[in-house]
């Protein structure tokens, strides 16, 4: 049995979020180009292949008959928040009623059975919530509830799971006190699969609907078993990947210790050959958790133990203060020029603007335009910043990035497609391209040199 200190130290550690960092000057290049170029590349080959070697594969759900991408933003919202605030203090009191439940048994034997019935519910519960989930998944990708709905939905759950989590730490503690009884990898087991159902984007949703952070773009997919969820808050890229096709048991027997590391390095070459991995699971869990730390970010993966194992969910953020090696789509118009570094449907895209003959960053407010209908009207999603760089998250289809100068009417455009993620399970040898991967790469070969 693995000792309860270690796996603690290992939960608390997947269970961490990095700081965040202010995105600094980007280098620029003058031109006295004042046609339109659209579509026009810059000369990187030495950069894409230098990609190609260090791109981080990521976590995407599995195709289905059955499948919905959206945005969403929702704001402050006093019916969520309550929703969400009842569901914390409805577990809050039961956790609280446990308590006083247990300080009134007088016998260890009836304080024994009581926290075995305690934890049951706990499992009942959990496996409801599951349901819920699975429910909104389905529901989602078959269009009957809005996107703003399943982030609602699942920022509930989330606040559900973080309950349930707290009260059986507390029938733990309870169960430490009595001689001779021992639930600890039981509790274990629960907590890990409750943190299947938390996430870092569902956390900064409830924070949203609260009114505690301000609000931000979030990209959702969904198929009927899974969602993809993501954001850029505070110059850091947030992303969390769950696929329930991936967690369907295929034999009695478990992954060693020794083989899901083979399977995290094979899911993730780029970051095993260049950070350690650190991970744990419980004895009665067919969960094993998985986290790799990088000066720039984090990535933790949840992997389904039952032979052969799969990554089934994926947590990773990212803070976005280096300019992506990425071949860019470039357009000049009317003295502005607008550079775009594609990124993977749901990653975090690149758009910089500055003045086509002199390169001084232009502040602008950036549009996104996305077909098929020819009058989709422009999706604002930012202004640039003091360095003419905005981040964004990329649509699933290709769109059209607007920019009009803050204070002006000058607009200049381009159309952009996504480009195509390295997935988890392929080879190093793909030419998918991956901004927010390379963008990682870049933060830690200069945190290495620095």
Known sequence: MRP?????????????????????????????????????????????????????????????????????QPGPNASAALAVRDTRLSRQFASERTETRL???????????YIRRALTEVEIRTSELRQEERDAFVRHSTGGLSTTGLVVQLARIHTASEQLSQNATRLGRAAEEIDGFNVQTRIDAIQLELRTLRGPVRD????????????????????????????????????????????????????????????????YPSLWERWDSQGGSARESDVWVSTIQYRRGDLTAFIDKDKPGSVFKEQRTLRLNRTPPTQRLNSSRVGLRLSVHPSYPGGPMLVTVESARTGEPVRADVSLITPPQSNTEPVQVGTTNS??????????????????EVGTQSVVDIRVEPSEPRRVGETNNSTAGSTESVSASLAESAGRSG
Do not use: M
């Open 103 to 113: 300080a009134a048994l007088e016998t260890d034997a009836e304080k024994q059975a």
């Open 4 to 72: 309860r200190a270690v796996l603690l130290a290992v939960l608390l550690l997947v269970s961490s979020v990095t700081g965040t960092a202010a995105l600094p000057g980007l280098a620029t290049s003058p031109t006295d180009a004042d046609d339109v170029v659209d579509g026009s590349t810059d000369d990187v080959s030495s950069t894409v292949a230098a990609q190609n070697r260090t791109q981080t594969n990521v976590l995407t759900l599995v195709e289905s008959d059955v499948r919905r991408t959206n945005f969403s």
């Open 204 to 267: 900064h949703a409830n924070g949203v609907l609260r009114g505690e952070v301000p609000p931000s773009r979030l990209y959702v997919e969904t198929t009927t078993t899974g969602v993809s969820l993501s954001t850029i808050a505070d110059d850091t890229y947030v992303r969390e990947v769950y696929d329930g096709s991936r967690r369907v048991p295929t034999s009695n027997s478990q992954l060693t210790p020794e083989e899901v590391d083979a399977l995290v390095r094979e899911s």
């Open 387 to 404: 360095t003419g760089a905005l981040w964004v998250v990329s649509p699933e289809e290709n769109f059209t990035v607007q920019a009009i």
